[in-house]
T-cell receptor
C-alpha cells in the first residue's frame, strides 16, 4: 500500500523557469510533510517542510503548497537552476506513524541550461 | 555534510553471510532511524530508536535486527543474506522522537550493500 505517491518519475525544465513537483498521499492522519533532495551517491538532504495546519511554506526559491482536501502537496522551485538537478522525494509522517517518514518513489528533476 | 556518519560506505558479501552496518548520529540527536532503498524504490522505513529504546518498526525482516548503544550510535545487523537484500541502507537522526516542528531527519551518506 503506497501511502505517498509521486506519479512523475522524471521532469525536465529549462533554467530560469519554474519546476513543479507533485506528491499525493492517502492517509488523512499525516500531519507533517517534507521534501528531500538527493544527489547520486549521497544521502537525502532536507529541503523544506510544512505542517498540516498551514497551506504554504516558503524558503528562498522553494515553496511547498499543501491541499489537505485533495491530499496533495507540491514543491515549486523558482527560478530553477542547473544545480537543482537531483531526485526529489516527498515524505509524510504523523498520526500513528510516530517519528518515521513515509517516502514517495521520487521524481528526477533535470534543469537544462 | 549532515553530521551523520555511516560505515562502511560499500560492502560486498556472499549469500548466507552476516554483516553489521554502523551509524553515528549528529551530536545531540537522540533518535536514529534506518531506511532501505532498493533499486528503483523509494526509501522504506526499517526501524527507529530513541535514546536506546526501540520506538517503531517498519517492514523489517526477522533476519534483520538493530540496536542503539548508550553513546547513541546504532548498528543494523543483517543475517542469512539473500540476493534481494542488495540495497542502499541509510541511517538518519533527529533531535526528538516524533516528526514535526524542528525534528527533521538528517541522513547519512548510506552504505551500499551488494550480496553476490
Amino acid at each position: 500500500d503506497q501511502q505517498v505517491k509521486q506519479n512523475s518519475p522524471s521532469l525536465s525544465v529549462q533554467e530560469g523557469r519554474i519546476s513543479i513537483l507533485n506528491c499525493d498521499y492517502t492517509n488523512s492522519m499525516f500531519d507533517y510533510f517534507l521534501w528531500y533532495k538527493k544527489y547520486p551517491a549521497e544521502g537525502p538532504t532536507f529541503l523544506i517542510s510544512i505542517s498540516s495546519i498551514k497551506d504554504k511554506n516558503e524558503d528562498g526559491r522553494f515553496t511547498v503548497f499543501l491541499n489537505k482536501s485533495a491530499k496533495h502537496l507540491s514543491l515549486h522551485i523558482v527560478p530553477s537552476q542547473p544545480g537543482d538537478s537531483a531526485v526529489y522525494f516527498c515524505a509524510a509522517s504523523g498520526g500513528n506513524q510516530g517519528g518515521k517518514l513515509i517516502f514517495g518513489q521520487g521524481t528526477e528533476l533535470s534543469v537544462k541550461p | 555534510d549532515s553530521g551523520v556518519t555511516q560505515t562502511p560506505k560499500h560492502l560486498i558479501t556472499a549469500t548466507g553471510q552476516r554483516v553489521t552496518l554502523r551509524c553515528s548520529p549528529r551530536s545531540g540527536d537522540l533518535s536514529v532511524y534506518w531506511y532501505q532503498q532498493s533499486l528503483d524504490q523509494g526509501l522504506q522505513f526499517l526501524i527507529h530508536y530513541y535514546n536506546g529504546e526501540e520506538r517503531a518498526k517498519g517492514n523489517i525482516l526477522e533476519r534483520f535486527s538493530a540496536q542503539q548503544f548508550p553513546d547513541l550510535h546504532s548498528e543494523l545487523n543483517l543475517s542469512s543474506l539473500e540476493l534481494g537484500d542488495s540495497a542502499l541502507y541509510f541511517c538518519a537522526s533527529s533531535v526528538g522522537g516524533v516528526a514535526g516542528g524542528d525534528n527533521e531527519q538528517f541522513f547519512g551518506p548510506g552504505t551500499r550493500l551488494t550480496v553476490l
